[in-house]
């Protein structure tokens, strides 16, 4: 009788780890699709501007996004682990070769239930999300992927299109504390976007003081005196990121 209470509280508690395995497994997916985007994004940014800041901000969403794959092979490890175990826990069978993998487990469940004890981020543990994704980010994800399928026409466009990357980043900011193992990786990004933004802005600046200049508002109209300043302006404006197949 003994076992067969012990077994149903085990399976409770299987099925639990289970069920958040596959919260933090959508989760995970959910920044994985982000980060591509975001990838893309900064690869045409970087094409045109030839900047610094572009090239380390591609460099660190590839490697959040390579982490971000390793948590979800760890996710599937542990949760095919669950799954075993449940089948063993169901047909009341011994745990006694399956040690090992009873202690990885048990490690996400000493996870699991700090955070509902805390109400905050669990502690950190491979293939386990910190906390559940807010559902106001996973809008902002699903935005921002129908956006990527254009790209902005200008770079006043860009400059929203980036500002919604930095909100979006800083929003993850929040959901990994400072002892999780890419906790550095959005912050940082978060950095460098906002930097990528400011320049974004100063292009945007140009791009209107051109059209105002080059735009011939009445009859007697002196605009050719800007002459030199249009090709100053042009030599410093660069030109605006578009996907390929956009421009034909």
Request: proline letters at 3%; a negative charge; glycine letters at 2%.
């Amino acid at each position: 009788m003994e076992v067969l209470i012990l077994n149903s509280e085990l399976d409770k508690r299987l099925i639990n780890i289970k069920q958040e395995l596959h919260k933090s497994e959508e989760s995970f997916i959910i920044i994985a699709n982000y980060l591509k985007c975001l990838g893309r994004d900064l690869f045409l940014l970087n094409k045109s501007l030839e900047d610094d800041c572009s090239t380390l901000s591609r460099s660190m969403a590839d490697s959040w996004l390579c982490q971000i794959d390793r948590q979800l092979d760890c996710n599937y490890n542990l949760i095919s682990i669950v799954n075993k175990l449940i089948s063993i826990s169901l047909q009341k069978e011994s745990f006694a070769e399956m040690g090992k993998f009873v202690d990885k487990l048990a490690e996400v469940d000493a996870s699991i239930l700090d955070g509902n004890v805390s109400r905050s981020a669990n502690r950190p543990v491979d293939g386990l999300m910190p906390c559940v994704l807010p559902d106001d980010v996973k809008k902002s994800v699903t935005q921002i992927e129908l956006n990527s399928m254009t790209s902005p026409n200008n770079w006043q466009g860009w400059n929203l299109r980036i500002t919604s990357h930095i909100n979006t980043v800083n929003e993850f900011v929040k959901l990994f504390p400072a002892s999780h193992s890419f906790a550095s990786l959005p912050c940082s990004l978060s950095v460098t976007l906002t930097q990528i933004n400011r320049v974004i802005k100063e292009q945007s600046k140009l791009e209107n003081l051109l059209q105002i200049l080059t735009t011939v508002q009445q009859e007697n109209d002196y605009s050719s005196v800007f002459g030199m300043d249009v090709v100053i302006i042009r030599q410093q404006l660069r030109p605006v990121p578009i996907l390929v197949g956009e421009d034909e």
